[in-house]
C-alpha cells in the first residue's frame, strides 16, 4: 500500500463523541438546514459502509467501529513494527455479503420525497445501487466492483459478484467479462 504512507498521525486519529443533546441540537440544525436547501446533495465514503462490515481504510488502530482499524493504519503500523493484531472479534463481511444500512435505506427514502437531490459516493461496494436509490441521481466516483455494462446498449447489470475479471492486464475502467447482453440487436 502505497497509501500507508499518508497514514494519520495518531493525534488525528482521536475519535470524539458529543454529548446526548449537543448531538440533538445538532441533527436539528442539519435538519432545518435540508429542510430549506433547494438542492440537497450527499457525499459518502468509506464511513457510510462500516456498520454494514465493511472496513475503512482511515480508522486509527484506536478505533471504535468493530470493523476495526483502517487499513493504511495498520499497513503503516507495520511498517513501524507495529503489532496490529486486534484485541477484540472484529466484525467483517466482505462487500458482497454486506447489505444497505439504515443509513443507505433513509438517502432512499429522501430521494424519493425528493429532498435529496443527488448522491456521490466515493464507494465501489455497490450499497447504494442494492438500496434501490436511482441510479440517475447517483455519481460513484471510483466505479461499482458489481455494475456490468453493455458498450453497445448501455444496459446496465448489477450482479451478486464482482464483474470484472482478475487480468492483471485488464486497466480499472475495464469491466468486459465475456458475458453477452440479453437485450436483443
Not at 454529548?19 to 440533538?24: A, I, R, S
Not at 443527488?118 to 460513484?140: A, K, V
Request: aromatic share 6%; hydrophobic share 30%.
Amino acid at each position: 500500500y502505497k497509501m500507508a504512507n499518508t497514514a494519520r498521525t495518531a493525534k488525528e486519529e482521536i475519535e470524539y463523541f458529543d454529548q446526548p443533546d449537543v448531538l440533538q441540537e445538532k441533527i436539528t440544525k442539519l435538519a432545518t438546514m435540508i429542510q430549506a436547501s433547494n438542492h440537497f446533495t450527499v457525499f459518502t465514503g468509506a464511513g457510510i459502509s462500516t456498520s454494514a462490515g465493511i472496513p475503512d481504510f482511515r480508522s486509527g488502530l484506536d478505533t471504535v467501529l468493530p470493523t476495526g482499524a483502517g487499513a493504511w493504519a495498520k499497513k503503516a503500523a507495520v511498517q513501524k513494527g507495529v503489532d496490529v493484531t486486534p484485541k477484540k472479534k472484529l466484525k467483517i463481511k466482505s462487500t458482497l455479503q454486506a447489505i444497505p444500512t439504515a443509513t443507505h435505506m433513509a438517502l432512499v427514502e429522501m430521494n424519493k420525497r425528493k429532498v435529496l437531490k443527488y448522491l456521490i459516493s466515493q464507494n465501489c461496494d455497490g450499497l447504494h445501487r442494492r438500496s434501490g436509490f436511482d441510479p440517475n441521481c447517483l455519481s460513484e466516483l471510483h466505479g461499482n466492483t458489481n455494475l456490468e455494462f453493455c458498450k453497445k446498449c448501455g444496459k446496465q447489470y448489477l450482479r451478486d459478484f464482482r464483474t470484472r475479471s482478475h487480468n492483471k492486464k485488464q486497466s480499472v475502467h475495464d469491466h468486459r467479462t465475456g458475458r453477452s447482453c440479453t437485450v436483443k440487436g
